[in-house]
């Protein structure tokens, strides 16, 4: 299934839908409020969910051939923004008060690191694995060393909340979109801004990459 395009929404699932036609394939559903973010694994076998819950059960891990529960993980935070698989899927990432880490196979917390204050609205892993990007309530973007848990870098430029940022395929720039309306590009190796895209006329909620990086 790795043609099919995994889309959440507010009615406590989400959805797989088939690219090509258009078809639903199968909905995922077990959350008991919107699910906010949803990231499939490396090798397309299984997709994780992150929701807003009432009780420690914001983060689910799902088989995508069968549609089968396999796993919750026990977030206390019951708020979770944004989820990423590591590029070996491993582990993921979950972005909610905190940037915290789980061990797919076990279930298993394993870091979670606190710098932001308030809430992480977005997480992206390096290319290699080895770096984890966060944007949050508090204007900034941060830079973390997923091995050591040490705070690498902190991105500053942003008038309003980061509500999403992602890394390039080359692992050399990270952009973010912002509620201030703006899209920045930032250097990795530097920490400094080196593009602002004005335009939008609201909110920018996400941003990506194209896959060969020359366009956002």
């Known amino acids: 299934l790795r043609d099919a395009l995994a889309i959440g929404d507010l009615f406590y699932r989400f959805k797989l839908w088939e690219v090509g036609s258009g078809h639903l394939l199968r909905t995922f559903e077990g959350h008991s409020d919107g699910v906010r973010s949803v990231a499939y694994a490396p090798d397309g076998q299984t997709v994780v969910s992150g ?3 009432t009780v420690n059960e914001t983060v689910k891990l799902w088989s995508v051939r069968t549609g089968r529960l396999l796993k919750t993980f026990d977030d206390p935070s019951r708020s979770v923004n944004s989820v990423a698989y ?3 899927g491993q582990t993921v990432v979950l972005g909610d008060e905190t940037v915290k880490f789980w061990d797919v196979r076990t279930g298993r917390l394993l870091k ?3 710098g932001h204050s308030p809430g992480v609205r977005s997480v992206a892993y390096a290319p290699d694995g080895q ?3 966060s944007g949050s309530n508090d204007k900034t973007v941060k830079l973390w060393s997923v091995g050591t848990g040490r705070l690498l870098k902190t991105f500053e430029g942003h008038s309003a909340q980061v509500t999403s940022v992602a890394y390039a395929p080359d692992g050399q720039t990270v952009v973010s979109g912002s509620s201030d309306k703006k899209v920045k590009l930032w250097s990795v190796r530097t920490g400094q801004l080196l593009k602002t895209f004005d ?10 990459y194209a ?3 020359q366009t956002v």
């Open 112 to 114: 979670t690191f606190d």
């Open 211 to 213: 896959p060969d990086g």
């Open 51 to 53: 929701s807003v819950e």
């Open 131 to 133: 770096t984890v990007v």
């Open 86 to 88: 590591a590029p070996d």
């Open 199 to 208: 335009g939008h006329s609201y909110p920018v909620n996400s941003v990506a």
